[in-house]
């Protein structure tokens, strides 16, 4: 029996257990004991939902970073826009791809988990640092209202990505 990862595609050949960590992308996904039939919300060039809103996942990255990796997955939504739905650990985040000039002049190693920092006319928590394949460094900020920032720091550049933060019981394969 084969069946196909269903975060990355990578084919398992004969699975043994129920629960099975795919060797590609180190995954995790269950089978139904009696028929081991895979279970995943999100699947690639199928619809899913994140509230009432229908998308549809086009390809699937992962990328490490210096305390594990980061499952992004390119969106588009019925509207042709596209999405950039984030997944690490229990944090999922669905962001704009549209990159934002900041005025304000930032330093990547000022800015110190828990630290506060206004932008964009709002006040923010820096909530994560990374440094995502050894030259990109990301720092996330949230605020009360579950809104994202993501500053990512590239050649004497900062690139601003908006989004939200996301709860898993938002994501799901009917309307």
């Keep these: 029996m084969k069946v196909k990862c ?17 060797g590609f992308c180190s995954s995790s996904f269950m089978l139904e004991p009696e028929t081991k039939k895979e279970h995943s919300l999100i699947q690639l060039n199928k619809p899913f939902y994140i509230k009432t809103e229908a998308f549809i ?49 930032l330093n990547w190693s000022s800015l110190l988990p828990n630290s506060q920092i206004e932008l964009l006319d709002k006040q923010w928590l820096v909530t994560q640092k990374r440094a ?5 460094r990301q720092t996330y900020l949230s605020n ?4 994202l920032v993501i500053l990512s720091f590239e050649n004497n550049r900062i690139y601003c990505q908006q989004g939200k933060w996301l709860d898993a019981y938002e994501i799901r394969h009917e309307n």
């Design 57 to 105: 996942a086009l390809k699937f990255t992962q990328n490490p970073h210096d305390e594990g990796a980061r499952l992004d997955y390119l969106l588009k939504d019925n509207l042709g826009n596209e999405f950039c739905l984030m997944i690490e650990d229990e944090d999922i985040a669905l962001v704009q791809p549209t990159l934002i000039t900041l005025k304000e002049k």
């Design 6 to 22: 269903p975060q990355c595609g990578a084919t398992i050949e004969n699975p043994e257990q129920t629960l099975i960590t795919c």
């Design 144 to 147: 009360q209202s579950a809104e």
């Design 132 to 136: 995502l394949n050894g030259k990109y």
